[in-house]
């Protein structure tokens, strides 16, 4: 009885943890493209604990460069046709920089505190 209770409070708002609080965030959409100065994120800055749908932008990220690195959070992924999501929370602030899976694209972009 106790649990539902708790579910039917917390489905209202009533009872929120620190975990339902992160849950109800939205996500930041962002653009990753590649120029000839190198990785562009667009906005370029997000939000430290907010996760991030990074969408990469197939038709100016090519070769190599579809290996997207960012070490600073524990991402590595490879991008193709219909997987061009990367998904990860910043977990710290400051400029955080993208590689390409063989270090010769680079690029960055910022994340801040909440407001």
């Known amino acids: 009885m106790a649990v539902l209770v708790a579910a039917a409070l917390s489905a209202h708002g009533a009872l929120s943890t620190p975990a339902a609080r992160q849950a ?6 962002v653009k990753l493209t590649f120029d000839d100065k190198g990785y562009v994120v667009t906005p370029s800055t997000v939000t430290k604990g907010v996760p991030v749908k990074m969408e990469v932008d197939l038709d ?9 690195v960012i070490n600073a959070f524990n ?16 977990t710290r602030t400051g400029p955080i920089e993208i590689i390409c899976g063989m270090n010769m694209g680079k690029g960055s972009f910022t994340v801040a505190e909440a407001k």
């Open 60 to 68: 100016t990220v090519k070769g190599c460069m579809r290996t997207v």
């Open 75 to 90: 991402v590595k992924k490879t991008v193709k046709a219909g997987e061009t999501t990367i998904e990860f929370t910043p």
């Open 24 to 29: 109800e965030k939205k996500a930041q959409t």
